[in-house]
């Protein structure tokens, strides 16, 4: 097994958890002190709730095709040492992780399936906040005065969906199910919680596209914590990794 090479892949995380924090309190500001002059654009909310709904929807294409997903955020990672399942098939893995004993956590079983919990997570996130766009975006749901809370309960998920995969007292496959939900609900409060606040096309699209950063750097982690375990297994016969 070879250990991973952490210099390239460190700072791309790093990068990407600097920015989406910085993003967080953006976010957050936005919501608190939104601009003062609102927009009348009588096709803002569907337009934005169209492109917050795509970007569920890649989520939930992430859920459905892990291994893709995965190649695509190792691109150029493989010859520099980083290891990923890559000689693994779907027979042998479990709610597509290794069936070893360091990844139990990740994984729950159901009706004599085995689920990946992260995955399993954003996907039923992803339901839930596609439900709430056609609520808010499409429909007639009305917050009220609570646009602040709405962030400030959203901001709560959004960082425990981040700090989920660093922070050894979440490594629970019913945690890691709950903040991965969390998570991505989070986001979509903090967008309706900055909408009913700013009414701002900029302001909403701005958190549109955080939100797909957001998604990027919560999987980036996930598949940090991968090669975090893999690097530090004494198994030396492994097949899993390159």
């Known amino acids: ?5 952490p210099k390239l892949g460190n700072l791309t995380l790093h990068f990407l958890v600097s920015v989406s ?15 003062i002059s609102k927009e009348d654009f009588a096709w803002r909310k569907p337009l934005v709730g169209l492109a917050f709904g795509a970007v569920c929807m890649l989520g939930i294409l992430a ?13 150029g990672k493989k010859e520099k040492g980083q290891s990923r399942f890559s000689h693994a098939t ?38 839930i906040a596609l439900v709430g766009v056609s609520l808010f975006f499409f429909g007639n749901w009305q917050t009220g005065q609570n646009s602040l809370l709405l962030a400030s309960v959203g901001t ?18 019913g945690i890691r199910l709950l903040s991965s939900i969390f998570f991505v609900v989070g986001t979509f409060l903090i967008l309706i919680g900055a ?25 980036s982690l996930s598949q940090w914590d991968h090669q975090r375990i893999c690097s530090k297994c004494t198994l030396g016969s492994c097949s899993f990794v390159d």
Not at 21 to 35: D, E, K, N, Q, R
Not at 104 to 111: A, D, E, K, M, N
Not at 156 to 164: E, F, I, R
């Open 1 to 5: 097994m070879t250990s991973p090479d």
């Open 90 to 127: 779907p027979s042998t893995l479990r709610g597509h992780h290794p069936p070893c004993e360091h990844f139990s956590t990740h994984v729950f079983g159901l009706g004599g399936r085995v689920f990946c919990a992260t995955c399993s997570g954003l996907f039923l996130g992803a339901l």
């Open 156 to 173: 709560v998920g959004v960082v425990l969906g981040l700090l989920q995969s660093p922070l050894p007292t979440l490594q629970n496959s």
């Open 195 to 219: 909408e009913e606040a700013a009414q701002s096309t900029s302001v909403d699209f701005f958190l549109v596209v955080l939100s797909l950063f957001w998604l990027m750097t919560r999987i």
């Open 21 to 35: 924090f910085f993003g967080l309190i953006l976010a957050v500001l936005l919501a608190v002190y939104p601009p």
């Open 63 to 75: 859920v459905f095709f892990p291994n893709q997903c995965s190649r695509f955020f190792d691109a």
